[in-house]
């Protein structure tokens, strides 16, 4: 199963963290700069770790050179609300 999640993302950040939410968006903080795919590489090792998942299980779907994407996640078993649930936990 896959769903998938939206979020804003602030990269260049002091520490990689989940920093809340924005409308409808998961708002995370990255510390990776924004060059090269180092932002996005850091949001699919970051939630991997989160959710207890893959990094391959995890692929930004949209917005490669925006701070508003889309991720999918796969092979994760529950509803996107527990996804989100379990990332706020972090705050």
Do not use: C, H, W, Y
């Not at 963290?17 to 795919?37: D, F, T, Y």
């Amino acid at each position: 199963m896959s769903i998938d999640i939206d979020l804003k993302v602030v990269p260049g950040a002091s520490r990689t963290k989940v920093a809340g939410m924005l409308g409808e968006r998961l708002k995370l903080q990255i510390s990776a700069p924004p060059e090269n795919g180092k932002a996005n590489k850091s949001i699919k090792t970051f939630l991997a770790k989160q959710l207890n998942l893959s990094k391959v299980d995890v692929e930004v779907i949209k917005g490669l050179t925006s701070p508003f994407k889309t991720v999918r996640i796969n092979n994760f078993n529950g509803e996107k609300n527990a996804v989100l649930n379990k990332l706020k936990e972090k705050l």
